[in-house]
């Protein structure tokens, strides 16, 4: 990394991902985020000064009595009765090893901002595995403050990795970083109280749903999608229709279309009438529609977002070789089957959709958990420079 990337890391602005507000009030997440993003605009100098290429792969050791995997909230499967993690505890019967499952991370930016300081150190405070998304994955990677896998020792992963996202342009072999799980954006609306079915992320701007649209807060995730309403191809986008795309946002934003710009929250305002259109993920979807059947969710016409979050070892982790191992545990179709019945998200893993027919059909032939790849999108990989400008654009645009 040149020192151009290393000034831009200091100085990116905080980036909301979906869970924003996630069992939070306003106000303290606005002093979280306040606090998370002062530690992360500090020097992200790479700790180790080894460059990637050489960096050498997880040691072998001896499997540990004990593993440390920090995750978002509400992203494994638990038995309501006993509220014990049954993925966990399979693990523990194959290994020995009691997992502690940390639910601490709530906000890609605020994660970073929490653990920066020991990370450039080359300290872990503690963990083995934590799971952030991709575009955040690609900052641990690049300042060198995450491990590189033996995939020697990962034959399930390494078998059964989906195509889709198995080569990302930020780690092609995935040496640095494996999927957790994947969502897609689309149009999340009450079709009580808006007349008629939505189809097109442009129905989100017509004036009679003025003040009861909320878009997202994660600036990819609702920019991608303006961008295919435009017809614009989010992957080959310039910097400019970036620009353009946010403008139009800003605009409807300045103009009251849009009400406010949500993180995981949007489901308290589409369930209580407040929106009546919005932008949301696949994953809140189900329990969305169990809440309220008049509740749809669709995917836009033109195409739509996708995100993944991403496991990764942090240098210094204890028990890196057992956390691979973990790692490599869910990778296991039947492993991955249990945790897609409960989370509801995309699983990256081959197979699982084969388990899931024999053991439950009706989530098998879900298409909010198996959809049609065919017009999904990821968001384009701008210079430092240029995404910097974008990012500082959309802030303004939402008032953050």
């Known amino acids: 990394m040149n020192e151009f990337e290393r000034r831009f890391d200091r100085m990116i602005r905080e980036e909301l991902t979906?869970?924003?507000?996630?069992?939070?009030?306003?106000?303290?997440?606005?002093?979280?985020?306040?606090?998370?993003?002062?530690?992360?605009?500090?020097?992200?100098?790479?700790?180790?000064?080894?460059?990637?290429?050489?960096?050498?792969?997880?040691?072998?050791?001896?499997?540990?009595?004990?593993?440390?995997?920090?995750?978002?909230?509400?992203?494994?499967?638990?038995?309501d009765k006993t509220k014990e993690r049954p993925t966990l505890e399979k693990f523990k019967a194959k290994y020995g090893t009691t997992v502690d499952y940390v639910e601490e991370v709530n906000d890609n930016t605020e994660f970073f901002g929490k653990v920066r300081q020991e990370?450039?150190?080359?300290?872990?405070?503690?963990?083995?595995?934590?799971?952030?998304?991709?575009?955040?994955?690609?900052?641990?990677?690049?300042?060198?403050?995450v491990q590189r896998f033996d995939k020697a020792e990962m034959p399930n992963s390494t078998k059964n990795i989906e195509d889709?996202?198995?080569?990302?342009?930020?780690?092609?072999?995935?040496?640095?970083?494996m999927p957790w799980q994947s969502g897609q954006v689309g149009l999340v609306y009450r079709s009580d109280l808006t007349g008629g079915?939505?189809?097109?992320?442009?129905?989100?701007?017509?004036?009679?749903?003025?003040?009861?649209?909320?878009?997202?807060?994660?600036?990819?995730?609702?920019?991608?999608?303006?961008?295919l309403s435009d017809g614009i191809t989010p992957e080959e986008a310039s910097k400019d229709q970036v620009l353009e795309a946010i403008e139009r946002i800003e605009k409807a934003s300045k103009d009251g279309q849009i009400r406010r710009f949500t993180g995981n929250d949007y489901t308290k305002d589409i369930l209580k009438g407040d929106s009546e259109a919005l932008l949301g993920w696949s994953g809140d979807a189900i329990q969305l529609t169990a809440d309220n059947p008049d509740i749809r969710f669709v995917q836009p016409e033109e195409g739509f977002m996708v995100f993944t979050d991403s496991m990764q070892i942090p240098v210094g982790a204890p028990h890196a070789f057992t956390a691979q191992k973990m790692i490599d545990f869910v990778y296991d179709p039947e492993i991955q089957a249990a945790i897609t019945a409960y989370v509801n998200y995309v699983p990256p893993v081959k197979g699982t959709k084969e388990v899931l027919v024999e053991q439950d059909p009706e989530i098998a032939n879900n298409e909010l958990i198996f959809p049609d790849l065919a017009n999904a999108h990821n968001f384009k990989t701008f210079s430092p420079e240029d995404e910097r400008d974008i990012d500082e654009a959309f802030q303004r645009a939402i008032g953050a």
């Open 119 to 145: 990370y450039e150190q080359g300290k872990s405070g503690g963990r083995d595995i934590h799971c952030v998304t991709d575009w955040m994955c690609a900052r641990m990677q690049r300042l060198g403050f």
């Open 18 to 79: 979906r869970r924003r507000l996630l069992r939070r009030g306003a106000l303290g997440a606005l002093s979280v985020s306040a606090i998370a993003y002062l530690a992360a605009c500090g020097d992200d100098e790479l700790s180790s000064g080894e460059d990637e290429s050489e960096a050498k792969a997880i040691a072998k050791g001896e499997i540990s009595k004990t593993l440390t995997f920090a995750n978002w909230p509400l992203y494994i499967d638990i038995d």
């Open 164 to 177: 889709a996202v198995a080569s990302p342009d930020f780690d092609p072999k995935r040496e640095y970083s």
């Open 197 to 227: 079915d939505l189809s097109s992320v442009n129905d989100l701007f017509d004036p009679k749903f003025k003040g009861k649209v909320t878009f997202l807060s994660e600036m990819r995730d609702s920019v991608g999608s303006v961008l």
